[in-house]
């Protein structure tokens, strides 16, 4: 896919020094920052998707309590 941005003069100026000195393209660098800009967003949207997660407990036990069940097990 092509696309066209708009990119401030100091950061394609940054972008154009880096690209050099990792010997790459332009193109490849603004790939492999979005590769670990989604990579990152992914691993974001997991962990945000744990928030919470007790409050959904159909049991509603208090968390103490249910942490001692299952140590007890372990007995």
Partial sequence: MRSIIDI???MTDAVRLLA????VSR???VRRALTSFLAQSQQAGVAH????????????VDGLSYQAKLRAEWD
Wanted: proline share 9%; no cysteine.
């Fill in 8 to 10: 401030p003069e100091p």
């Fill in 20 to 23: 050099e000195q990792l010997g």
């Fill in 27 to 29: 193109a490849e660098l």
């Fill in 49 to 60: 998707a744990a928030f919470g997660i007790w409050a959904k407990n159909a049991q509603q």
